[in-house]
């Protein structure tokens, strides 16, 4: 029997439900539905009157969840699209990011984002705004790669007395499976090595760990040992593992799949140039999607953002620098 990435996502709220009682789940369409993906499918027959359906306003339902965080709940804020979370980008950063600072008081909320592409999604439903979030202190982005990291983790960002972004891909809600849920996890802030090598590292995160993955054993078949190093959060961002990873290798590829213009690539690549230039043998090289809005056709998609042929390219070229 195996476990979807959605699943695992589910399976995490339901816990979380079960072993305590200050949690709910707040959201357009999350009760009955069961969600726009079903992440929440059959949670609001188990657990009446803490699954609640919201108005059409983002802005209002993360307000609302706020105010209950301030009072000692531990709220599950689902947005139908993470593009939709520039509508209440207000309440997230600068209410829920500090009012810790502001108040001394805890708000300690979760506000899942179902991001990145799919095909035919288009400009409005497949952004990856991740990079936008870390920008602002006081709040924590998780970026799980994983079947077993969007379980552990979610259950971890509801455990927090910070307010957490939870970057979950579309993507991989079917495309990705394992065996069983997890027993034990790394903590949020520190990376893994999703594969070891010692000719170039490529520090990912999200879907685009797999497509890294499949370059790495691509190259492998010439010879070549790519290691992957998978960020899982990219606030707070494990610069100390991708150093190690760099001293290993000499060559650093960063890849996301996040718009290019000071993104988490650009900022990876300027910590491992400020505080690792002496570990690097040629010069970091990055690959995001283009810098344009996100095409609807999947033949057009599919040439936006980087997948195992552009990155293979990439790394071939910076193999030879």
């Not at 939709?84 to 829920?96: H, M, T």
């Not at 870390?134 to 969007?150: C, F, K, N, S």
């Not at 552990?152 to 991989?172: G, I, N, Q, R, T």
């Amino acid at each position: 029997m195996s476990i979807t990435y959605l699943e695992a996502i589910r399976e995490a709220q339901a816990r979380a439900l079960k072993e305590d009682d200050r949690v709910f789940i707040y959201g357009q369409d999350v009760g009955a539905f069961g969600g726009a993906f079903k992440a929440t499918k059959g949670l609001a027959k188990e657990y009446p009157g803490r699954v609640l359906d919201t108005p059409i306003s983002e802005d209002a339902m993360v307000g609302t969840a706020i105010g209950a965080a301030i009072e000692g709940m531990r709220p599950i804020v689902e947005m139908q699209f993470a593009d939709f979370s520039s509508v209440a980008l207000n309440q997230i950063l600068n209410n829920a990011g500090t009012h810790y600072w502001r108040t001394q008081v805890p708000c300690p909320i979760t506000v899942r984002l179902p991001s990145g592409g799919t095909k035919g999604s288009g400009p409005f439903h497949s952004q990856s705004m991740e990079a936008l979030y870390a920008h602002y202190p006081g709040l924590v982005v998780m970026t799980p790669a994983t079947v077993e990291d969007a379980y552990s983790m979610l259950l971890e960002a509801v455990s927090l007395d910070d307010p957490v972004v939870f970057c979950e891909h579309k993507y991989l809600y079917y495309h990705l499976k394992a065996d069983a849920l997890p027993t034990e996890s790394l903590p949020t802030g520190k990376a893994r090595i999703a594969r070891a090598g010692r000719d170039l590292t490529i520090v990912t995160y999200s879907a685009m760990v797999h497509e890294a993955i499949a370059v790495a054993e691509e190259l492998s078949r010439d010879g070549f040992e790519l290691e992957v190093v998978d960020l899982r959060s990219v606030k707070p961002l494990d610069t100390e593992t991708v150093l190690a990873s760099v001293a290993r290798t000499g060559r650093l590829l960063c890849v996301g799949e996040s718009f290019p213009w000071g993104g988490t690539n650009a900022e990876v690549i300027a910590r491992v140039a400020t505080e690792g230039f002496h570990l690097l043998d040629a010069a970091p090289a990055r690959i995001n999607a283009k810098d344009t809005p996100i095409p609807y056709h999947p033949n057009l998609w599919e040439a936006h953002r980087p997948n195992a042929k552009s990155i293979a390219a990439r790394a071939r070229q910076l193999l030879r620098e």
